[in-house]
C-alpha cells in the first residue's frame, strides 16, 4: 500500500543552520507530494507541494524537490530561524479522497 | 478561497459522556470533508471522509461516528468517551488534490 516515511526527530539546530528533513514514500502510480507544518497549538498548513517528477515546489525559503527515482521529497532550508520550531509532515495522494501523513518531525531552532 | 471553522476549540470531559465537535466550511460547494485524529506526540490518523451528503466513510473502527447534515458541515460524535480518545481533533477539506486543515479542536478526556 501507500505510506509515506521521515526522519525521526527531534531535530534540534542553531539559527542560521542548514536544514534537511528526509522523506520518502511508497505509492501506486503517481503521487502529489506534500509538506505541512504545524506551529504549536494550531492546525497544520500546506508549506509547499509538487504534483510530478522534478517540480521543486518552494515557499517561504523551504524547498523540495520530486525525485521519482529515489522516491524522495527532501524539506530543505537553507538558513533556519527560530520561528521555523514546528513540526513538519510530509504527506502524499494518488487518485482517490485519502492523503497519507508521515510521522512528523519535530524541529527545535535554538537562539 | 475556503476557510474551515471549528469548535469548540478545547474542551475538558469526563469518561462517559458524550461529544460533538462541528465543522463548517466557507468558499466552496460539495467539498470533501475529513475528520483527522492526532494523538499527542504522534501523526495523524484519518478518522472519517464524506464526499457528499449523508455519506461517510469510517477509516478505524472505533468509539466515534460522524455525520453531514449539510453540504458544507461535519459533526463527529460519540455517545459515551473513553479515555484513549483524548487529542487533537482537525477537520480538513479537499480541493484540487490538496487538503486543508482548521484549526483543529483539543479534547482532554478526563
Known amino acids: 500500500g501507500n505510506s509515506v516515511t521521515q526522519m525521526e526527530g527531534p531535530v534540534t539546530l542553531s539559527e542560521e543552520a542548514f536544514l534537511t528533513i528526509n522523506c520518502t514514500y511508497t505509492?501506486?502510480?503517481?503521487?502529489?507530494l506534500f509538506w505541512y507544518v504545524q506551529y504549536p497549538g494550531e492546525g497544520l498548513q500546506l508549506l509547499l507541494k509538487a504534483t510530478k517528477a522534478d517540480d521543486k515546489g518552494s515557499n517561504k525559503g523551504f524547498e523540495a524537490t520530486y525525485r521519482k527515482e529515489t522516491t524522495s521529497f527532501h524539506l530543505e532550508k537553507g538558513s533556519v530561524q527560530v520561528s521555523d520550531s514546528a513540526v513538519y509532515f510530509c504527506?502524499?495522494?494518488?487518485?482517490?479522497?485519502?492523503?497519507?501523513f508521515g510521522a512528523g518531525t519535530r524541529l527545535f531552532v535554538k537562539a | 478561497s475556503q476557510t474551515i471553522h471549528q469548535w469548540p476549540a478545547t474542551l475538558v470531559q469526563p469518561v462517559g459522556s458524550p461529544l460533538s465537535l462541528e465543522c463548517t466550511v466557507e468558499?466552496?460547494?460539495?467539498?470533501?470533508l475529513y475528520w483527522y485524529r492526532q494523538a499527542a506526540g504522534r501523526g495523524l490518523q484519518l478518522l472519517f471522509y464524506?464526499?457528499?451528503?449523508?455519506?461517510i466513510s469510517s477509516e478505524v473502527p472505533q468509539n466515534l461516528s460522524a455525520s453531514r447534515p449539510q453540504d458544507r458541515q461535519f459533526i463527529l460524535s460519540s455517545k459515551k468517551l473513553l479515555l484513549s480518545d483524548s487529542g487533537f481533533y482537525l477537520c480538513a477539506t479537499g480541493e484540487g488534490n490538496t487538503i486543508y486543515f482548521g484549526e483543529g479542536s483539543w479534547l482532554t478526556v478526563v
Open positions: 504527506a502524499l495522494r494518488t487518485g482517490g479522497f485519502k492523503t497519507i
Open positions: 468558499g466552496t460547494s460539495n467539498p470533501n
Open positions: 505509492a501506486t502510480g503517481y503521487p502529489s
Open positions: 464524506s464526499v457528499g451528503i449523508g455519506q
